[in-house]
């Protein structure tokens, strides 16, 4: 819990400082081998000890929800829910995923990515993914970039179904619910990633991680950033005019085949 507050104080630091202070820096655009470095596989990220955990509660908050003697008359047991729900959540997370790819190759993100963290600080992130001796560090934190992945996605899948007024017994985002189980569940992947990065730290004494850590804490925050920054490339036009029903399409047609609708 006290790293989820950290990630969330930094990141409303760093929103707050960006409105004060913006770098009048210009960048390239980040090449294509760092940006693969660090994105993360949809499929990988449903089949992770997060995600099916995320689809198995989600299969309960369908049983929950809508008409039992309609699943039962299509014959929806768990299981079948169950594929249903994978195939949503895979499907919107590769379009955010190929958004993502996008947006980190534009110069609008390198300049956001100074204004979300600070001056330099894009150049230092590139630098460090460059370094062979940093790559297994980063990789620790590939199952909490895995569990982030699935929760951005349930609560883009959330945000269009409560659009549509779909009567769903509690939000499939846990930021959003707050369900306790899954809220263990997330610390318990941020806990064990922590853990492993810190046993990490002590057998390379030699190596400065502080302003690696403090960047990778804050990545995330970039994204968002670019919307700050004059939007000089057509993709990210494109973007900023999309929303949940376009991140997570057929989302209520999916609910709707498993037998809940609107209120």
């Known amino acids: 819990m006290r790293a989820f507050a ?8 760093a929103v707050w400082c960006g409105l004060i202070v913006r770098p009048e820096v ?8 760092l940006v693969e470095l660090q994105m993360v596989d949809p499929s990988e990220a449903m089949d992770s000890d997060y995600g099916r955990a995320t689809i198995d509660h989600a299969v309960k908050i369908v049983n929950a929800s809508g008409s039992a003697a309609c699943r039962a008359e299509r014959k929806l047991d768990d299981a079948a829910i169950s594929a249903k729900l ?15 790819r996008i947006i980190m190759q534009t110069p609008e993100y390198a300049e956001a990515f100074d204004l ?3 001056r330099g600080a894009f150049e230092t992130w590139q630098a460090y993914l460059k370094m062979a001796d940093l790559k297994p560090y980063y990789a620790l934190s590939r199952p909490m970039r895995l569990r982030d992945m699935i929760e951005d996605v349930a609560f883009t899948i959330s945000k269009a179904l409560v659009i549509e007024r779909i009567d769903l017994k509690e939000p499939l985002s846990v930021l959003a619910s707050g369900n306790g189980a899954m809220l263990a569940k997330s610390i318990e992947v941020e806990t064990a990633v922590l853990e492993a990065m810190e046993r990490w730290r002590k ?23 670019v ?7 057509p993709e ?9 029903h376009q991140f997570a399409p057929g989302a209520v047609t999916v ?7 609107p209120q």
Not at 26 to 32: E, I, K, R, T
Not at 86 to 100: C, Q, V
């Open 86 to 100: 994978r195939e949503l959540f895979i499907r919107s997370a590769t379009i955010s995923a190929h958004y993502d």
């Open 6 to 13: 950290f990630r969330f104080v930094a990141t409303a630091f």
């Open 236 to 244: 990210l036009k494109v973007w900023l005019t999309m929303g949940p």
């Open 227 to 233: 919307i700050e920054t004059p939007m000089r490339s």
């Open 116 to 118: 979300a963290i600070g």
């Open 26 to 33: 210009s960048h390239a655009a980040m090449p294509a081998d």
């Open 255 to 261: 609910f709707t085949s498993l037998c809940v609708g």
């Open 203 to 225: 057998t390379h004494p030699a190596l400065d991680l502080d302003k690696f850590d403090e960047i990778q804490l804050q990545v995330a925050m970039a994204k968002f950033k």
